[in-house]
């Protein structure tokens, strides 16, 4: 007995070993060394996507001469502050523009996703009768615009809005594609069953929707935020088109002057044959690309506030019911 109760518990070690072992070595499914390879493939990966704008801050701190010999760099030869200097020059332009982009992106936003999200939810409940005209009117927004001459005359003529912030803020407050988006989430993860329970109970439906439909749909509202908040924070043709007062030029719009300015003034310096000093005192590359980390880099540390929302929002409500 005691022989066959020790080869039980060596027998009963051993799988325990092997059980240890797939735990340690298994913990996704993957074999041990498919696992390292897909650590490194997406590591990798993540890298290469990350790369770029690592490579555009090099550049921004890389002395301007070094540029024009050697060109780019990974690890620059002489490393500079002059284009944030150059740019900093600008300072009171440039916090001005930080300003109301900040602005038109918060309030932008904010409007963009109530508008949306009432309307799809409108949309998605079938005890709304005329739920299938508005979802046409929608989606054919989508396949069909009045032009942008048409824009811009209801835009200045009829609304007037022109040098205005609301002409920032509300061409892109309603978009046809994220209604869809968000009315597919609505159907998918809002169970009728609860909403009938809460009418039951005497709620009214903007208390439906406030204290039940939001708190379920904060996934797929972040998504739509997300988006949102990247269009308006990007946005620079509704200024160029709108918008001539300097007090309210938008982030962009404003780079994209001054990289115009930059421009010009080598143009003409190189037309009049004018000494090279003042092509010299421009630094054009890695000012552009200061510019691109100003515009970037505070849109970019947003990302990880959104993240754990972004992939389960986009998959519940990318999908057509």
Do not use: W
């Given at each position: 007995?005691?022989?066959?109760?020790?080869?039980?518990?060596?027998?009963?070690?051993?799988?325990?070993?092997?059980?240890?072992?797939?735990?340690?070595?298994?913990?996704?499914?993957?074999?041990?060394?498919?696992?390292?390879?897909?650590?490194?493939?997406?590591?990798?990966?993540?890298?290469?996507?990350?790369?770029?704008?690592?490579?555009?801050?090099?550049?921004?701190?890389s002395n301007e001469q070094s540029l024009a010999e050697n060109g780019y760099q990974l690890i620059p030869e002489q490393w500079s502050l002059e284009a944030y200097k150059y740019l900093w020059e600008m300072k009171a332009q440039v916090v001005r523009?930080?300003?109301v982009t900040i602005l038109v992106t918060v309030l932008g936003t904010f409007i963009s996703v109530t508008v949306i999200a009432l309307y799809a939810y409108a949309i998605s409940r079938k005890q709304f009768i005329f739920r299938k005209q508005f979802t046409f009117i929608a989606f054919f927004t989508m396949l069909?615009?009045?032009?942008?001459?048409p824009f811009y005359i209801v835009m200045t003529q009829f609304l007037d809005l022109k040098n205005s912030m609301w002409a920032l803020i509300l061409p892109m407050a309603v978009n046809a594609f994220y209604i869809i988006i968000m009315r597919t989430f609505f159907l998918r993860s809002v169970p009728e069953a609860i909403?009938?329970?809460?009418?039951?109970?005497?709620?009214?439906?903007w208390r439906?929707?406030?204290?039940?439909?939001?708190?379920?749909?904060?996934?797929?509202i972040a998504t739509i935020a997300l988006f949102n908040t990247l269009a308006y924070w990007n946005d620079w043709f509704n200024a160029l088109l709108f918008i001539d007062d300097p007090n309210l030029i938008p982030l962009q719009s404003l780079l994209m002057r001054i990289e115009n300015n930059m421009d010009f003034i080598k143009q003409n310096a190189m037309l009049s044959n004018q000494n090279s000093s003042?092509?010299?005192?421009?630094?054009?590359?890695?000012?552009?690309?200061?510019?691109?980390?100003?515009?970037?880099?505070?849109?970019?540390?947003?990302?990880?506030?959104?993240?754990?929302y972004f992939i389960k929002g986009l998959t519940i409500g990318g999908v057509k019911d």
């Open positions: 007995m005691e022989t066959s109760t020790n080869v039980t518990t060596s027998y009963q070690k051993e799988a325990d070993k092997k059980q240890s072992k797939k735990k340690t070595y298994n913990p996704y499914g993957f074999s041990g060394k498919t696992s390292i390879f897909m650590h490194l493939l997406l590591g990798t990966f993540a890298f290469l996507c990350i790369f770029p704008f690592l490579y555009v801050i090099i550049i921004s701190l523009a930080y300003g069909f615009s009045g032009g942008m001459v909403l009938e329970s809460a009418r039951i109970d005497g709620a009214g439906e439906i929707f406030l204290t039940i439909v939001l708190p379920l749909s904060v996934p797929g003042i092509l010299e005192s421009i630094p054009q590359d890695s000012a552009r690309m200061a510019m691109v980390v100003i515009a970037t880099l505070p849109i970019a540390l947003s990302y990880p506030f959104f993240q754990k």
